[in-house]
Every structure is written in structure tokens, then in C-alpha cells.
């Protein structure tokens, strides 16, 4: 059962990873956050940051694939 919960916490959905980073970038604009502190969020930051960028790469690439599916369909109905 905790495979489970690991496979749930390593594919968190897009919108929860953003809303973790924009947590993120909140606390590091908080003037009391320690040097060390900062470093780590920056981390996790950048972590999820990129994350989030190969996400919505994946995302666009399906998106354009199904267009030209889709494309090559319209044009296989107008030569019939």
C-alpha cells in the first residue's frame, strides 16, 4: 500500500506542484526567512520549476499531435 502512495506523490497533478511553487516563491519573498532557508526553498524551487516546465512539454506535445491527427482527418472527410 505505500507503493501506492509514493506513485500518487511522485505524479502530483500540475496544478499541485504549481501551487506549491508559488508557495515557495511567497516565502522566499518573506524578509524572514533565513540564508539557509532560502537556499533550500530556491532548491525545491528550481526542483519543481522544472518539473512543472517538462510537464507542460509533454502537455503541448499531445496537443500537437492530436491537432495534426486531427488535421490529417479533415483532410481524409474533404477528399471523399
Known amino acids: 500500500m505505500t507503493k501506492n502512495v509514493e506513485v500518487v506523490e511522485a ?31 530556491f532548491e525545491q524551487g528550481m526542483s519543481l520549476a522544472g518539473k512543472c516546465r517538462s510537464r507542460l512539454e509533454r502537455v503541448e506535445q499531445r496537443v500537437s499531435k492530436l491537432l495534426e491527427a486531427g488535421t490529417t482527418e479533415e483532410m481524409d472527410i474533404e477528399t471523399s
Open 11 to 41: 505524479d502530483d497533478r500540475f496544478e499541485d506542484q504549481l501551487e506549491r511553487l508559488e508557495d515557495i516563491v511567497g516565502r522566499l519573498e518573506d524578509d524572514t526567512v533565513g540564508l539557509e532557508q532560502a537556499l533550500d526553498l
